[in-house]
């Protein structure tokens, strides 16, 4: 092989390593931008607030499986499925706080909708909340809620894991509270509840008129999450984030039944 056509094939070779390089590097830094919005169904966007991501639409929550979070979604309502009551929704938080073997928590707030209810477990010390749970209506099984509780919550957030097999199904559920939460966690935040409040009600103005933020936020490790009415009645919920005032809207309720603080 002549010296001419030898330094060609290397010139060549260099020139596909560079750019195999520059499109596995392009495709990993567009995976891992992405991860948020496909594992949860969320994106940010630029109205300082969370919107539905690729794989979550606004669809409910459901009983069924999810490849990404581990968990069921659909369209509409659980039409087929009677909903919990506030006793049955309280029994399941509380067999999920019982087998944590993590002490002083207590159950908070009740939400019961029709496709789920919501349950705020909070710290009986400090009044302040621990995170937030799900029930499901057909297992009556509680599991912990996703969005801000698994992104935002700084004390016992870190605490679930993904398992590629665990999970309700889920190939990437198997979220689970089962360690120490994380010691040295403030509840102090840059944005206070009045300025939560403030934040929902600008998001709500923008994107559900008519809709009023409840001004009695619970107050969790890095968010806040609060109720939001209409024409007088709970419609939904949603969060806001302790340091940047972002909002993350809550899409899988459906519709309002019950509550009890």
């Known amino acids: 092989m002549n010296k001419t056509l030898s330094a060609t094939l290397i ?43 690729m794989m979550g639409g606004n669809g409910g929550y459901g009983a069924g499986s999810n490849m990404m979070t581990g968990y069921g979604w659909n369209n509409g309502t659980n039409s087929n499925v009677t909903p919990l009551t506030v006793d049955q929704a309280k029994a399941a ?61 700084l004390k016992y957030g870190g605490l679930g894991h993904s398992s590629m097999m665990g999970g309700n199904g889920g190939m990437m559920g198997g979220w689970n509270y089962q360690a120490t939460p994380s010691a040295n966690v403030s509840a102090e935040m840059t944005v206070t509840s009045e300025q939560a409040v403030q934040y929902a009600q600008q998001y709500l ?14 107050q969790f490790y890095g968010y806040y999450t609060l109720d939001f009415s209409k024409d007088g009645k709970i419609a939904g919920m949603l969060s806001v984030n302790g340091y940047n005032g972002q909002v993350f809207l809550h899409t899988w309720h459906g519709t309002f039944i019950e509550e009890a603080k």
Request: hydrophobic share 45%.
């Open 11 to 53: 010139v060549i070779a260099v020139l596909a390593l560079a750019g195999g390089t520059f499109f596995f590097g392009t495709m990993y830094a567009r995976t891992n931008a992405l991860v948020p919005e496909m594992m949860f169904g969320y994106g940010s966007n630029n109205n300082n607030a969370y919107g539905p991501g």
């Open 93 to 153: 938080a509380e067999k999920y706080i019982q087998s944590l073997n993590i002490q002083g928590l207590e159950i908070g707030e009740v939400t019961v909708f029709n496709n789920n209810a919501y349950v705020a477990v909070k710290e009986t010390a400090t009044g302040v909340g621990a995170f937030e749970l799900l029930v499901d209506p057909a297992t009556q099984t509680a599991y912990p809620e996703f969005g801000p509780n698994m992104m935002w919550n």
């Open 205 to 218: 103005d923008a994107n559900k008129a008519g809709a009023t933020a409840a001004t009695d936020p619970v």
